[in-house]
């Protein structure tokens, strides 16, 4: 199930867990040679200071291939890369991996229709690790 809301964020259902999920796109993500540049565990940093929070990651990378020609001809863009997939689970224990959607980005920043692929990835990616 995969659905997108008013705020530009598309939603996509996992059929595995949050940390299953994120090894997923993980693999994805090496194998097509994209840049892992950092995994934020949000529900591991919670534990640390005595809070609680449902399992909760955030994976944020790129290519310089596809990101610097957006930035090039739409600098405000750099405030939204390198793209993001978040690895959440609700409050029904069902995983989520959740991104931009490109056509709110493209929006937002103006992105010509012609380096819409290059922002278009986190969605396609957030679908193959969640099936």
């Known amino acids: ?6 705020n ?3 939603d996509t259902l996992s059929n595995h867990s949050v940390d299953q999920t994120v ?3 993980k693999g994805i993500l090496e194998t097509k040679g994209i840049t892992l540049f950092a995994v934020i565990d949000h529900s591991g940093e919670a534990e640390k200071v005595g809070l609680k929070m449902r399992p909760t990651k955030l994976l944020i990378f790129g ?3 596809a ?8 600098p ?10 978040l690895v959440w689970e609700d409050n029904d224990g069902k995983t989520w991996a959740s991104c931009n959607d490109p056509a709110y980005l493209q929006k937002r920043h103006g992105v010509s229709q012609e380096l ?5 990835v986190a969605a396609a990616l ?5 099936e």
Do not use: C, F, W
């Open 1 to 6: 199930m995969v659905h997108s809301n008013d």
């Open 8 to 10: 530009g964020i598309i």
């Open 23 to 25: 090894e997923r796109l």
């Open 63 to 65: 290519n310089p291939k």
């Open 67 to 74: 990101g610097t020609p957006l930035m090039l001809t739409t």
């Open 76 to 85: 405000s863009i750099a405030i939204d890369l390198p793209l993001k997939i």
């Open 116 to 120: 819409l692929p290059n922002i278009s």
């Open 126 to 130: 957030a679908a193959k690790a969640s």
